[in-house]
Nanobody, 126 residues
Framework: QVQLVESGGGLVQAGDSLRLSCGPSGRTFATYPMGWFRQAPGKEREFVAAISWNGGNTDYADSVKGRFTISRDNAKNTVYLQMNSLKPEDTAVYYC???????????????????WGQGTQVTVSS
């Protein structure tokens, strides 16, 4: 089982940027699609962004499209989420996840992910 570790969260002001990183502490996930999800207090976990196993395809939630960018560096076994123009409504715990199907495309459904990180808190003040 892949163990994922997120980092890069913090407290920022509206309009600021953050870059989240996700790297495994176990085996490589370089052949798996990866995703970012978030969960705000009192809300269900929601899809944020996904990237195919080779980085050739990406997908974003409408709420973050144009502001967030997902990328990966398979040589470093790391996936990133660059978040620009942050808004208070982006406040949530952000989770990275590895898909269960290797060498496949982007996945929006959280049920398609088998390994999750512990999450990193992002707080955006107005």
């Amino acid at each position: 089982q892949v163990q994922l570790v997120e980092s890069g969260g913090g407290l920022v002001q509206a309009g600021d940027s953050l870059r989240l990183s996700c790297g495994p502490s176990g085996r490589t996930f370089a052949t798996y699609p990866m995703g970012w999800f978030r969960q705000a207090p009192g809300k269900e976990r929601e899809f944020v962004a996904a990237i195919s196993w080779n980085g050739g395809n990406t997908d974003y939630a409408d709420s973050v499209k144009g502001r967030f960018t997902i990328s990966r560096d398979n040589a470093k076994n790391t996936v990133y989420l660059q978040m620009n123009s942050l808004k208070p409504e982006d406040t949530a715990v952000y989770y990275c996840a590895a898909s269960t199907i290797p060498r496949s495309g982007v996945v929006r459904d959280p049920r398609g992910y088998g390994d999750w990180g512990q999450g990193t808190q992002v707080t955006v003040s107005s």
